[in-house]
């Protein structure tokens, strides 16, 4: 199983509370996501990086910010939680390159974030 | 802007029967990549099968196979012998061949339930 891990892996919070949602790989994967997951809508990206400093927006990325410092971590942040950001939260890596096994993400094991 | 559709939401099989996932997809671009998907009820994200725009044969992984029509833009999963463990939902995913940028995301269909019977 690929390097990935996920901090914390449930969280309770309330409405307008700072949340930082920590992913952790050992791969040294270059690319990392974040996704959103809810009943009905499958997976959706939040952000992305692409290297150390290097982030872009996704399609849900309104209300959230991410961070790289380092290769192996990936933070996402909800400056100010709303109920609508109840949701599980899913980190994934993957190390974009010319062979077929490189455009596989690996996922971590997700956070259910609920927000009240 | 590609999508993806996974027109079933629900689906149920007879345990050692076959059950078939229809996904189908919109692109512009020639070369693509195509994945399944699976998650149990653990939430672990699991890929069962890939399969490469190029390729005209489709590709298996043991009781997994797909029908990848490129004409058609459809991408199904076969699942044979079904086993109660193969319970989960299924995501079907695109991803540009373009290498870098955000062409390196995946778009996800919203996924089919599949239950097995025993």
């Known amino acids: 199983d690929a390097g990935i891990t996920q901090s914390p892996r449930h969280k309770v919070t309330e409405t307008g509370t700072p949340v930082t949602l920590r992913c952790h790989q050992t791969?040294?994967?270059?690319?990392m996501y974040w996704y959103r997951q809810d009943p009905g809508h499958g997976l959706r990206l939040i952000h992305y990086s692409y290297g150390v400093k290097d982030t872009d927006k996704g399609e849900v990325s309104d209300g959230y910010s991410v961070s790289r410092s380092k290769t192996e971590d990936f933070l996402l942040t909800l400056e100010s939680a709303t109920s609508s950001q109840t949701s599980v939260y899913f980190c994934?890596?993957?190390?974009?390159?010319?062979?077929?096994?490189?455009?596989?993400?690996?996922f971590g094991p997700g956070t259910r974030l609920t927000v009240l | 802007a590609q999508t993806v559709t996974q027109s079933q939401p629900e689906m149920s099989v007879q345990e050692a029967e076959t059950v078939t996932l229809s996904c189908t997809y919109d692109t512009s671009e020639s070369d693509y990549y195509l994945f399944w998907y699976k998650q149990p009820p653990s939430r672990q994200m699991i890929l069962v099968i890939r399969?490469?725009?190029?390729?005209?044969q489709n590709a298996t992984e043991n009781r997994f196979s797909v029908n990848f029509q490129k004409a058609a833009k459809s991408f199904s999963l076969k699942i044979s012998d079904s086993q109660l463990g193969d319970a989960a939902m299924y995501f079907c995913?695109?991803?540009?061949?373009?290498?870098?940028?955000?062409?390196?995301?995946?778009?996800f269909g919203k996924g089919t339930k599949l239950s097995v019977k025993p």
């Open positions: 994934a890596i993957s190390a974009v390159g010319a062979s077929t096994w490189a455009n596989e993400q690996f």
């Open positions: 791969e040294n994967h270059r690319y």
């Open positions: 399969q490469e725009a190029y390729k005209q």
């Open positions: 995913a695109y991803r540009s061949g373009t290498l870098g940028g955000s062409q390196g995301n995946l778009i």
